[in-house]
């Protein structure tokens, strides 16, 4: 999955247990296959809660009104590819950094998808000092193609030669582009969407690269097989922005949102 190099993926139980389910996926999957995979994948993601490591696995969150997301022409799509953040190839940082342990933080990544909402809106209405104030200048945005004013944005906004850079990096990528390819600012809800799942995605591409690199599976049937694990973690946050959020900043909703979808995919496969 995407082009994590050499890199073999973070240690700790829950990502060995995601790898070794990843290796065990039939050709075709089934919903409970790739549920028993999520809940590994949600049990490995991420928090800045170190207490949050000694619970077990989150229930199910009740059902709760959700907001209606609308046409977002330019959300990731799952394929090779096909969309920012979501396929094999990359933008906007080349091939991910192959070395090094992870250190991973929901804050630093809120943080960052705020300031690159800011940025995109920036973008968008021709705000010359909220880009001026994130480092940008407009003048040299004008001209570019929309997926290259993504990628200048996010190299900007994401510098260093990190795995967690990278996966940000990307993540940022797909959030601004969505935004110009809307053609218009995203709400906070809609930026949590794109931009949580984008780098959910991203983080599941580098924990589980390496374990489909043992020659046993033609590239079609990867590719496949990628496709409905992108689609599963897509849908297990789509839904979690409740009306309620609609009144918090745009740095805080991404947040919630991460938190609530660790707990979701951490209950993914429970019972099956």
Known sequence: MGTSGAYGGSGGQAWSRARRRARRLPPNPTDGDLDRL???????LPHDDPELDQQA????????PTVSWGPISARPRAGGGE?????GG???GGERPTGGGTRRSPRRVASVGSRAARAG???LTGDT????????DLADLVGLSPAEQAQRIAAHMVTGDSIENAEIRAATDALILAQIQAGRPLSPVEVAQVYASA???EVVKTELGAAYRDGSRPADEIRRIERRVYDTVRASVEGLVTDGMETMDTEAVITEVLGRARRVMRASGMGR
């Not at 809940?39 to 490995?44: H, S």
């Not at 969309?83 to 396929?87: I, N, R």
């Not at 000092?129 to 940008?136: C, D, I, N, S, V």
């Open 38 to 44: 999520i809940q590994a994948v949600g049990d490995g």
């Open 57 to 64: 696995p989150a229930q199910v969150e009740p059902a709760a």
């Open 83 to 87: 969309g920012p953040g979501t396929g």
């Open 90 to 92: 990359r933008r906007g």
């Open 121 to 123: 809106a920036a973008l």
């Open 129 to 136: 000092r909220t880009l001026a104030e994130l480092g940008l």
């Open 199 to 201: 780098w959910i995605i």
